[in-house]
Structure formats: structure tokens, C-alpha cells
């Protein structure tokens, strides 16, 4: 990605390929235990024509990506701070013109990424469930790119997709698995082993593992608050593997 000129912090992408594995949760959990290690974080909700970050964390912004993307706001004058400590730029649920950028509008998003990166320490992005065109230049541009799976047979296809074509569209990029949901450390790894090997066996390398995130009942409870879990139950296991999932990134 050309950033333009000035220091830049890095991009992580969030993708998943398949809806509904966790995907915006670790999106919000992450940039919070980001800012409670101390980092300026903005959490780009990227999900073009279904972002929801706003509503799972019971905002109302004024602004948002559309605004930006038209010229009318620039990225910081769009975003909001979250109590927990974090930004947002949010996306626009159900916008078509959103949903089917074009190659010009794709460029635009890209470079606003690029102003975020300028002005944040760290920048997360919720990219959309699928592989569309848009999805995969911004996987592409990201200086990291973290594939969310769970032990599902359809999770693990889809997230396969999305390394392979990551392969194709940027070789030698920084891509790394994190499982979700899963019983124990020991499942996860386990999980994480199905899709190393298939990448190992197809595409001619593994996939690092970045983490493992276990099934924790106090996940959906917080997600039906609105409230982030690190705020409501900053100790419970889901909690404690997002912490070091965040270090781990950090180191």
C-alpha cells in the first residue's frame, strides 16, 4: 500500500471467508485489549454494505467510511472514540454504493487506510465475509492479515480460500490463522493443524498459527449488552486469549 509520506503504523486485516465465526467480536476485542496495552487504535469497519460494528457496540456515530470515501470528511473527522479506549470509523449498513465500489472507489478506500495509518499506532480492519475484489485488495494492502476460523468443515474451507487466493494476490505476505470457539488450546491447535497442512500440501508453505480463542459463554452475553468483553468480563478465557493474541501482535 502506498501510505504517502510520514512513519505509518501497521494494518491488520480480520477475514474469515465464511460469515458468522466471530469475526467482528475479534474485531472490537482486539482493539480494545490493544488500548489497554497502551496503543492508539482504529478499528476500520471495512465490512463494504453489512458493517456492524456500530450496532454490536450500541453507537449512534455521525459520521462514517461513506463520508470519506465522498470526499466530504477526512478519516479522523469521521471517527469516533469508544470509552474502552479505542476508535472507530464505521462502516454504513445495507449502503449498495458501499457493497459495489468501484476500481476508483476501491483506490479511495485504500488511501484512506493509508491516512488512518499515518495518524493511529495501529489499524484494524473488519473486512466483509467472501472474496469479492474489494475484500481481497484490502487483505492484500495489510501489513498482516489474521484468518478466522472455527472447527467447522465450511469454516475451514472457506478459510483456505482466502489463504490461497491471499497466496496468489500478494506471495510472501504476512498471513497467520486464529481460531476461534474453540473447547481448549489443545482443540485449537488441532484445528489450526487441518488448514497448515492443506496449505503446506497446495500452496507450498504452512500457516503460522497467531492464536487460539476458546468458546466462552460470556462472549455472546456481552455481544447481546452491547458492551465489549474486556469491559464486562476482563478475565474469563476468551478474554485472556484476545489479551495474548494482542502481545503477541504487538511483539
Given at each position: 500500500?502506498?501510505?504517502?509520506?510520514?512513519p505509518?503504523g501497521?494494518?491488520?486485516?480480520?477475514a474469515s471467508?465464511?460469515?458468522?465465526?466471530?469475526?467482528?467480536?475479534l474485531?472490537?476485542?482486539?482493539?480494545?485489549?490493544?488500548?489497554?496495552?497502551?496503543?492508539?487504535?482504529l478499528?476500520?469497519d471495512a465490512?463494504l454494505?453489512?458493517?456492524?460494528?456500530?450496532v454490536?457496540?450500541?453507537l449512534?456515530?455521525?459520521g462514517d467510511?461513506?463520508e470519506?470515501?465522498?470526499?466530504?470528511?477526512?478519516?479522523?473527522?469521521?471517527?469516533?472514540?469508544?470509552?474502552?479506549?479505542?476508535?472507530?470509523?464505521?462502516?454504513r449498513s445495507?449502503?449498495?454504493?458501499?457493497?459495489?465500489?468501484d476500481?476508483?472507489?476501491?483506490?479511495?478506500?485504500?488511501?484512506?487506510?493509508?491516512?488512518?495509518?499515518?495518524?493511529?499506532q495501529?489499524?484494524?480492519?473488519?473486512?466483509g465475509a467472501g472474496?469479492?475484489s474489494?475484500?481481497r485488495?484490502m487483505a492484500?494492502a495489510?501489513d498482516?492479515?489474521?484468518?478466522?476460523?472455527?472447527?467447522e468443515?465450511?469454516?475451514?474451507?472457506d478459510a483456505?480460500?482466502v489463504?490461497?487466493l491471499?497466496?496468489?494476490?500478494r506471495?510472501?505476505?504476512d498471513?497467520?490463522?486464529?481460531?476461534?470457539?474453540?473447547?481448549?488450546?489443545?482443540?485449537g491447535?488441532?484445528?489450526?493443524?487441518?488448514?497448515?497442512?492443506?496449505?503446506a500440501s497446495?500452496?507450498?508453505?504452512?500457516?503460522?498459527?497467531a492464536?487460539?480463542?476458546?468458546?466462552?459463554?460470556?462472549?455472546p452475553?456481552?455481544?447481546?449488552?452491547?458492551?465489549?468483553?474486556?469491559?464486562r468480563?476482563?478475565?474469563?478465557p476468551?478474554?485472556e486469549?484476545v489479551?495474548?493474541?494482542?502481545?503477541?501482535?504487538a511483539?
Amino acid at each position: 500500500m502506498n501510505r504517502g509520506v510520514g512513519p505509518a503504523g501497521p494494518v491488520i486485516a480480520i477475514a474469515s471467508g465464511k460469515g458468522g465465526v466471530g469475526k467482528t467480536w475479534l474485531a472490537v476485542t482486539l482493539a480494545h485489549a490493544m488500548a489497554l496495552a497502551g496503543r492508539r487504535v482504529l478499528l476500520l469497519d471495512a465490512d463494504l454494505g453489512l458493517a456492524n460494528v456500530d450496532v454490536q457496540l450500541g453507537l449512534d456515530p455521525t459520521g462514517d467510511l461513506a463520508e470519506v470515501l465522498a470526499g466530504r470528511c477526512p478519516v479522523a473527522g469521521a471517527a469516533l472514540r469508544h470509552p474502552a479506549g479505542f476508535d472507530i470509523l464505521p462502516g454504513r449498513s445495507g449502503s449498495g454504493a458501499l457493497s459495489a465500489l468501484d476500481e476508483a472507489g476501491v483506490e479511495r478506500l485504500l488511501a484512506a487506510v493509508g491516512e488512518a495509518a499515518r495518524a493511529w499506532q495501529t489499524v484494524l480492519l473488519d473486512l466483509g465475509a467472501g472474496l469479492d475484489s474489494a475484500v481481497r485488495r484490502m487483505a492484500a494492502a495489510a501489513d498482516t492479515l489474521l484468518v478466522l476460523a472455527t472447527d467447522e468443515p465450511t469454516s475451514l474451507t472457506d478459510a483456505y480460500a482466502v489463504l490461497k487466493l491471499h497466496r496468489r494476490d500478494r506471495a510472501g505476505g504476512d498471513a497467520r490463522v486464529v481460531v476461534n470457539q474453540a473447547a481448549d488450546r489443545a482443540a485449537g491447535e488441532r484445528t489450526w493443524r487441518t488448514l497448515d497442512r492443506a496449505s503446506a500440501s497446495f500452496l507450498g508453505a504452512g500457516v503460522p498459527l497467531a492464536g487460539v480463542i476458546r468458546r466462552d459463554p460470556r462472549v455472546p452475553e456481552a455481544i447481546r449488552r452491547q458492551t465489549p468483553l474486556l469491559t464486562r468480563h476482563p478475565t474469563c478465557p476468551a478474554a485472556e486469549d484476545v489479551a495474548r493474541l494482542a502481545a503477541a501482535l504487538a511483539g
